[in-house]
């Protein structure tokens, strides 16, 4: 089992940012493929990114949006630029193991955070 607490979500001003935090306990953290979703209100949920030895990203927050991680802390970060209204929503971090074929995908992912808001003001 893998345990993730998000944090670091808020209000914020377009334009702003913000750096969101998940931290893990349980299994080794290393081991893991760390994503981030986002549901915003009325939609469904979406891919933000994935981080293993690299990192990728929607079309939608490539260039403003950052993951990293810090395996001696089981933590991956998501550093939010220049967010929009648009980038409103519960923010999700999730793990899945190694060796998956589409981390694009929630699918690929078998342990999730309980969610953190954040929330962009025009």
């Known amino acids: 089992q893998v345990q993730l607490v998000e944090s670091g979500g808020g209000l914020v001003q377009a334009g702003g940012s913000l750096r969101l935090s998940c931290a893990a306990s349980g299994r080794t953290f290393s081991n893991y493929v760390m994503g981030w979703f986002r549901q915003g209100p009325g939609k469904e949920r979406e891919f933000v990114g994935y981080i293993w030895w690299s990192a990728y990203y929607a079309d939608s927050v490539k260039g403003r949006f950052t993951i990293s991680r810090d395996n001696a802390k089981n933590t991956v970060y998501l550093q939010m630029n220049s967010l929009k209204p648009e980038d409103t929503a519960v923010y999700y971090c999730?793990?899945?193991?190694?060796?998956?074929?589409?981390?694009?995908?929630?699918?690929?992912?078998?342990?999730w955070g309980q969610g953190t808001q954040v929330t962009v003001s025009s």
């Open positions: 999730a793990a899945g193991g190694a060796g998956g074929s589409d981390y694009y995908s929630s699918r690929q992912y078998d342990y």
